[in-house]
């Protein structure tokens, strides 16, 4: 559980640096260098995913809650919309029209979704721990840019190009999942 905590907190630390703290980053550019800092920032990110994986792994879970059976519908249902979100963040879509934060909340459903299905210590902690996360850096980006102002209108083409690449990232996640967590899908 300790590498689990580890890795949420350098995820965790490295990405709320821009938005809570920005002349610390501008410190760490101005010493680094612009890709110094991105490789930097990189590294460290693949540091705590590595860690968070590991952790999970190879933490012995503790059921803390069992949801019904019929959750699992659900689960891959919102998983199928955070991806889609996920993508959705790169391209000019109608989608930033209604969410402000895509990516961050696809990330903040993808993690929910993982809360639904798994009520074991080891999964409440790190999908706990990255649902918090989000809506801590939804909040801190929002102070810093202020009101939204909405993108203007995109053409359907970046819709229907971001449900299929959602589809595509969604597939492929389903695919890796057993390799990644050690458990099969439906168990």
């Known amino acids: 559980m300790v590498l689990i905590v580890l890795g949420l907190v350098i995820w965790s630390a490295v990405h709320l ?26 590294l460290l990110i693949i540091i705590a ?18 949801l019904s059976d019929t959750i699992d519908r659900t689960t ?8 889609v979100l996920f993508v959705a963040a790169k391209l000019p879509t109608r989608i930033k029209r209604i969410i402000r934060h ?23 902690t790190l999908f706990g721990g990255l649902l918090l996360w989000s809506i801590v850096e939804i909040t801190l980006i929002n102070r810093r840019e202020g009101p939204w102002i909405k993108p203007p209108a995109s053409a359907l083409i ?7 690449l959602g589809a595509v990232l969604f597939s492929g996640l389903i695919f890796v999942y057993p390799y990644l967590s050690g458990v099969k899908l439906g168990s």
């Open 17 to 42: 640096i821009p938005a809570a703290a920005p002349a610390l980053k501008t410190k760490w550019v101005q010493t680094l260098g612009p890709n110094g800092y991105k490789g930097s920032f990189s």
């Open 49 to 66: 995913v590595v860690l968070m994986v590991m952790g999970w792994r190879h933490s012995l879970p503790i059921w803390l809650y069992t």
């Open 76 to 83: 891959i249902g919102i998983m199928a919309f955070a991806a």
């Open 102 to 124: 895509p990516q961050l909340t696809g990330v903040a459903l993808w993690a929910l979704a993982h809360l639904l299905a798994n009520g074991d210590s080891r999964s409440v």
């Open 158 to 164: 970046y819709d229907l190009i971001v449900l299929a």
